[in-house]
DNA sequence: TTGTACGCGTTATCAT
DNA sequence: ATGATAACGCGTACAA
């Protein structure tokens, strides 16, 4: 907690007024010479100028700029964990567009259950970052208004906000299709011939998990299928979740012919079981995840049915939509892509 | 690329001079009255300058802060890929060493073969953070000399380097354990009673590979054991990689007792291979990987013989080491331990 | 087209 | 112990 004892005095590095003095002109031309759009200069001089700064490796000081401008090139992205696959996949594609719109991303974690949440909000508020964006994770397990509070005095001081999530409403929102998608994906499975259908979901208020297993009833309804619900705690949401929910599934509901999992780490665990079982996956036992994780992917290639989130592109619209100066008013949902795949062949 | 059209003017934020009058005193006295380690002044006015920044809600102006001073309280992590886990987990410990030591972490990715690499460092450097961190992948397909370059020129600044990895020799070492820690697995894989090891390798200059390499080499040595090595492509260094190794392996080299490969998810593909193949993973051929990444272990706990690489602990000491005063010379190799699990079944 | 002068919010130096 | 004032590096209205 305590502060960096001896913070570094950097050595005095090459500035505005060095490059200016090696061109020859005032330190105001430099300036204007290195602006982009800038017009009025004469092409000799930003040539001159152009070429003191290469000769010397200038570079613009951010901080020097920032409290000039007001504006600080910055975009803080706030996620619970870092290692969770689907946050950093998310993540990742932040800061590939923020890159490119030549922000610097920076990434800071809130702990688990979102502990040191607001910590971390008012730390970024000190570094007045053009947008924040936070990344929920789809299991939400504790309360988010007191970072909502923070934000919200961010937003007053003209911070711009995107949430990956559902849980506040603040800012440009993102959400995954965790409905839609759902809906989809239990109509692919109806189409290829599956009728009993048993749901692994999570308890708690998740509104992800609310509205993944509403589409889930809305496209059994479709089909006029009935539906069984398995739910676990949100803590069991991994591969071990999986597999005791599927083994005792597999136990009490004989006629059971896929398992849907809410995720496709449970899904792994959901496999393991029916093997394990000394079932055959697919004839005896499907089963469906949600996500298409790249590491799942990775791991179980190319097998496992999912839904693809089109998280690459989630980072893209939260960034873009929340520096847009209008606000779109509604919610964005993202596309989704039913992937059927061998974990669920077709049934005769 | 562009710039982003319109830098958003924050709307005033309160400042420190909003503070000093609204507590009655000067800028330079509340500025003191804020700084932790400032005795000379007086405890009443302390008070009501903390009151007074409390009641209007003040956050100190990290860029202001870093223009006066000359030190930012950032710290920069480089990652080629946010998304790669062993990657995650190491950026993961440093960002929570940096938040307890008062510093911001920003995350940046080089992107695919580190070509955004020199860009990015070249973005960093405008920041001036305390201290640049990079987080090389264990296979390294790219050449580092242009990041190498642009990074010393940071450090000419004054500003403080540390690598997790082999490739450049700059600033603080810290390196994971790819030798020694391979020399115990074999190790103790030859006490389980395995005769005949195929290890499954990258080709390419990897540094990491070839430090893998020597250890298993070391360790077999030591047990007076033959060992087979198998070469993959650095892109094949994957589940399918490893699956058709596998498989290839088995054709090949019957005797083989155990496949050892050089990352876990490889050794998932192995698995399977062997599955696929009809034989029974552990008495017939066994499997064991490398890293004890938390992916992995979700998706096959416990079950994967693997060595665990101390990850949490590397941002640690990259972060600590290079904000050291006093540059620790040597390389800091990182701990490992065995983890012998039932991948690996003691061999009759 | 270019230079002068001032402001951004903070810390550091010198007075008092 | 406190206050006035000068820096820090950069952008920019204004003047030339």
Do not use: F
């Given at each position: 907690m305590a502060a960096s004892k001896t913070p570094t005095k950097h050595k005095r590095a090459v500035t505005l007024r060095d490059v200016a003095e090696k061109a020859g002109v005032s330190v105001s031309t430099a300036s204007r010479a290195l602006t982009p759009g800038f017009t009025r200069i004469s092409a000799a001089v930003t040539q001159r100028v152009h070429d003191a700064a290469q000769s010397l490796d200038y570079r613009t000081n951010y901080s020097a700029k920032a409290t000039s401008t007001g504006s600080s090139a910055f975009v803080a992205i706030v996620v619970s964990d870092i290692r969770d696959p689907l946050s950093a996949e998310i993540a990742h594609s932040v800061t590939a567009v923020a890159t490119a719109h030549d922000l610097v991303p920076m990434i800071a974690g809130t702990g688990p259950r979102g502990g040191a949440g607001v910590q971390v909000l008012r730390q970024l508020r000190s570094v007045q970052p053009e947008a924040i964006i936070i990344i929920e994770p789809p299991?939400?397990?504790?309360?988010?208004?007191?970072m909502a509070e923070e934000l919200s005095r961010y937003v007053k001081e003209g911070g711009r906000v995107a949430i990956v999530g559902d849980s506040m409403e603040l800012g440009a929102q993102v959400t995954l299709s965790w409905q839609a998608g759902a809906t989809d994906l239990m109509s692919g499975l109806a189409n290829r011939g599956y009728s009993h259908p048993t749901i692994i979901t999570a308890d708690g208020s998740s509104t992800a998990m609310r509205r993944w297993r509403r589409g889930m009833e809305t496209g059994a309804a479709q089909d006029g299928l009935d539906i069984d619900t398995w739910v676990v705690p949100c803590s069991q949401m991994d591969r071990d979740g999986g597999y005791s929910a599927t083994k005792q599934i597999m136990k009490s509901r004989q006629s059971t012919d896929v398992v849907i999992c809410a995720s496709d780490i449970m899904a792994i665990g959901a496999m393991a079981a029916i093997r394990d079982a000394g079932l055959?996956?697919?004839?005896?036992?499907?089963?469906?995840?949600?996500?298409?994780?790249?590491?799942?992917?990775?791991?179980?290639?190319?097998?496992?049915?999912?839904?693809?989130?089109?998280?690459?592109?989630?980072?893209?619209?939260?960034?873009?939509?929340?520096?847009?100066?209008?606000?779109?008013?509604?919610?964005?949902?993202?596309?989704?892509?039913?992937?059927?795949r061998e974990s669920t062949p077709t049934r005769r």
């Open positions: 299991i939400l397990d504790y309360d988010t208004s007191p055959t996956l697919g004839p005896d036992v499907a089963v469906a995840g949600y996500g298409n994780l790249v590491m799942a992917d990775k791991v179980l290639h190319p097998y496992l049915t999912s839904v693809d989130l089109d998280l690459a592109r989630a980072g893209d619209q939260a960034l873009t939509s929340c520096l847009d100066p209008d606000p779109a008013a509604d919610p964005i949902v993202l596309d989704h892509r039913i992937e059927l």
